[in-house]
């Protein structure tokens, strides 16, 4: 045991060696050859370029199946201007598109969000209050799987135990 820990101690321990001055100017060799008169150089500049971002093919739907449009708007009594109490009239649209699944069926669902905006405070005010109705939040941020597709992918993946490289080719 003795020479075990002798030779654990000789391979992991510490050691006593001691590091003198001739060791430590290795480091400073470029200051110590370096030229103190000469100038700085000059500091060109380069142009900068922006890279194109590029949408994956595969964040696609497919365009055959049938769409289902939601539109989602506020009521005319809430079409009222909160700064001047004048009507708001549509100024756009955003629209999400989501995959919609009914066993045996798929469907595309495009929810529709009216925008508005107040003409009387575009023309008079320097302030335009903009309203949006009301629409649910995806399921999955900037995804396409509605509440049915994630709970259909669920119950074959957990339940039917299909593996999801086989639904994968279910779905193409």
């Known amino acids: 045991m003795a ?7 000789n391979q992991f321990g510490a050691s006593s060696e001691q590091t003198n001055a001739l060791q430590m100017s290795l480091f400073n060799e470029a200051e110590a050859t370096a030229d103190l008169t000469a100038s700085e150089p000059l500091l060109t500049k380069v142009k900068t370029h922006y890279r194109k971002r590029t949408r994956l093919t595969t964040d696609k739907l497919p365009e055959d199946l049938p769409v289902e449009v939601i539109e989602h708007e506020l009521p005319e ?4 201007c909160p700064d001047c109490g004048g009507e708001l009239h549509t100024m756009g649209r955003e629209t999400r598109e989501e995959l919609k699944i009914i066993p045996a069926k798929a469907v595309i669902v495009r929810h529709v969000r009216h925008v508005y905006s107040c003409r009387n405070c575009e023309e008079t005010s320097e302030h335009t209050p903009i309203v949006k109705a009301d629409m649910p939040e995806p399921v999955i941020k900037g995804g396409f799987a509605s509440p049915e597709t994630i709970a259909h992918i669920a119950s074959q993946k957990f339940m039917m135990a299909s593996p999801l490289y086989r639904q994968e080719q279910e779905w193409k």
């Open 3 to 9: 020479q075990i820990r002798l030779a654990k101690h």
């Open 77 to 80: 009594t809430e079409r009222v």
